[in-house]
Nanobody, 115 residues
């Protein structure tokens, strides 16, 4: 089983930045895909960004230019850098790992963007 521990998040002002971390219990070089999603009370789960071992990275079209996904294999960690935050980015953010056809989820991190 892969365990994912998330950190980062919290409160940011509009225009501010936050970085989320998703640290895996094993070498992420062996984890095919790690994806960030977000969920808000009035919105269904939304794809945010994804990285694979190919390697490829993908960011949701509406978030390109503001959100960046990266990975540090030495730290078994995937990062989501969020810049120029907007109130509509307020959500609970989750990371998910896919390995050998199984999905594993982080515990979720609240991001609130408010002045």
């Amino acid at each position: 089983q892969v365990q994912l521990v998330q950190s980062g998040g919290g409160l940011a002002q509009p225009g501010g930045s936050l970085t989320l971390s998703c640290t895996a219990s094993e070498n992420i070089a062996n984890i095919y895909m790690i994806t960030w999603f977000r969920e808000a009370p009035d919105n269904p789960r939304e794809f945010v960004a994804q990285t694979t071992t190919v390697p490829t990275t993908t960011v949701a079209g509406a978030l390109k230019g503001r959100f960046t996904i990266s990975r540090d294999n030495a730290k078994n960690t995937v990062y989501l850098q969020m810049n120029n935050l907007k109130p509509e980015d307020t959500s609970v953010y989750y990371c998910r790992a896919v390995k050998d056809g199984n999905s594993y989820w982080g515990q979720g991190t609240q991001v609130t963007v408010s002045s």
